[in-house]
């Protein structure tokens, strides 16, 4: 089965480091990865598919195949950034794996 | 205002007396999803649907039941709670998958004793 792996439960930066999330993923095929993001008292939400190439809110992950890797970074972490994130990979057949998450915490 | 409802919010039930948690979007979704959410395990998906009557397992669908007569709703169902079932709960919307952004809910907390 794929799975999705993510090294870090817990992250602390400051404000204006630069922040990377790691997800590591398993999957024989060719992937769709997602990182969503739940923010305090708010709902889980998407907020980039590597598919899409987009840049929001700043962060950015690239799809390294050959690591098989899919690292959510941002060059100057804000606090507001504070949150819970989830990597995510779809395996077909409308099966979504998640990773176990990583709580960032951005201190002033 | 588009968005996926949860009901109850936070539940405490006693082992074997059966639930119901219901789900509801309004965003004429055909894809609706069930989730656990568990320490250091991540979200593991239980149940899906792809349409009206068409229901499949996820991972983890063991005690758990789950009907779509309605385009909109996607109760999950519980006949008989065990305490290994305490959880926080997510149901998910989507337009044409999973491989497409999901609309989450805003959780159910359940508390089998």
């Known amino acids: 089965a794929q799975r999705v792996t993510q090294p870090e439960k817990l992250l602390s930066v400051f404000k204006g480091a630069p922040v990377e999330l790691k997800c590591n993923y398993s999957?024989?095929?060719?992937?769709?990865l997602f990182w969503y993001v739940q923010y305090s008292r708010q709902r889980l939400q998407l907020l980039l598919r590597?598919?899409s190439r987009e840049s929001i809110k700043g962060f950015t992950a690239d799809l390294n195949k050959g690591e098989t890797s899919f690292h959510l970074k941002k060059p100057f972490a804000q606090e507001e950034d504070s949150a819970m994130y989830y990597c995510?990979?779809?395996?077909?057949?409308?099966?979504?794996?998640f990773g176990q998450g990583t709580r960032l915490t951005i201190n002033p | 205002e588009a968005q996926v409802t949860q009901n109850p919010r936070y539940l405490i039930t006693v082992t074997g007396k059966k639930l119901t948690v219901t789900c509801s979007q309004n965003?004429?979704?055909?894809?609706m999803s069930w989730y656990r959410q568990d320490p250091g395990l991540g979200l593991r998906q239980i149940y899906y649907?792809?349409?009206?009557?068409?229901?499949d397992k996820g991972d983890v669908p063991e005690g758990y039941k789950v009907s779509r007569k309605e385009k909109r709703n996607f109760p999950l169902i519980l006949e008989s709670p065990s305490p290994n079932q305490t959880s926080l709960y997510f149901c998910?919307?989507?337009?044409?998958?999973?491989?497409?952004?999901?609309?989450f809910g805003p959780g159910t907390r359940l508390t089998v004793t």
């Open positions: 998910a919307s989507s337009l044409r998958g999973l491989s497409y952004e999901q609309y």
């Open positions: 590597h598919i």
């Open positions: 995510a990979i779809y395996q077909g057949a409308q099966k979504l794996v």
């Open positions: 999957y024989s095929g060719s992937p769709e």
């Open positions: 649907s792809m349409n009206v009557e068409v229901t």
């Open positions: 965003m004429n979704h055909e894809y």
